[in-house]
């Protein structure tokens, strides 16, 4: 069973418009973390954020903004007013405990487009 | 801190030569280090952990006689693509993992900037 669903595989907006790039994932660990990842077309991945499964707290960076939601297992990212440079591909990923948090498990990825 | 580097960041080979490619912490000793691989617009997935001075685990339906892994110090992971085949062209990414004292208990993953590979 898929353990993260990124369910947009393609997203394209206008520049200054808002974008929300949806993650919803499985686990039987009470304990994990979430995270998210940007790859732009260099490749390299962008770690954006990590968010601890007893840390239900929305965080806040910029124009980034990450709701986490354990009643319905989803961590969703929200750019506001984005912009040219966002336009990437963007992975959720979860670390479990169980795995002694030895494997990153990711998501098939929400690639961003923003166009001028 | 917590640079990761990859080496070559590119290569384009020839059907049936091997291929090496070099992953080093650079700032941090790092204990273990993973492999993936990525296909054009698809995920990573991973291949192999390695552990410093022990044989890699490798995932499921992964050969391990054709993706050598070698893992010799706390600083250095190659992987070896031997007998290279069109079908293993890809972007090869490794991830390093620092232990002890500057790093969380969490043992987060560095990433390289990633090898693409490409076999004619």
């Known amino acids: 069973a898929q353990k993260v669903t990124q369910a947009q595989t393609e997203i394209s907006v206008v520049e200054k418009e808002d974008v929300t790039l949806d993650c919803v994932y499985e686990?039987?660990?009470?304990?994990?973390?979430l995270f998210w990842y940007k790859q732009p077309p260099s490749g390299e991945l962008v770690f954006l954020i990590r968010?601890?499964?007893?840390?239900?707290q929305n965080e806040i960076s910029g124009r980034y903004s990450w709701n986490f939601q354990k009643s319905t297992s989803s961590f969703n990212f929200t750019i506001t007013a984005s912009q040219v440079v966002d336009s990437a591909v963007y992975f959720c990923?979860?670390?479990?405990?169980?795995?002694?948090?030895?494997?990153?498990?990711f998501g098939k990825g929400t690639m961003l487009l923003v166009s001028p | 801190g917590a640079v990761v580097s990859q080496h070559p960041s590119w290569v384009i080979c020839k059907s049936g030569t091997s291929v090496k490619i070099e992953c080093r912490s650079l700032?941090?000793?790092?204990?273990?280090m993973f492999w993936y691989r990525q296909f054009p617009k698809q995920s990573l997935m991973l291949m192999a952990t390695?552990?410093?001075?022990?044989?890699?685990?490798?995932e499921q339906g992964v050969e391990k006689d054709k993706f050598l892994i070698n893992h010799a110090s706390l600083t250095l992971s190659t992987l070896t693509v031997t007998s290279a085949h069109p079908e293993d062209s890809s972007f090869y990414i490794c991830?390093?993992?620092?232990?002890?004292?500057?790093?969380?208990?969490?043992?987060?993953?560095?990433f390289g900037p990633g090898t693409r590979l490409t076999v004619l």
């Open positions: 968010r601890n499964s007893f840390d239900e």
């Open positions: 991830s390093a993992r620092g232990a002890g004292q500057g790093f969380s208990s969490y043992n987060e993953q560095f």
């Open positions: 700032d941090f000793q790092a204990t273990t």
């Open positions: 686990t039987r660990d009470t304990t994990y973390y």
């Open positions: 390695s552990n410093e001075g022990s044989k890699a685990t490798y």
């Open positions: 990923a979860l670390s479990e405990l169980n795995s002694g948090y030895s494997t990153l498990t």
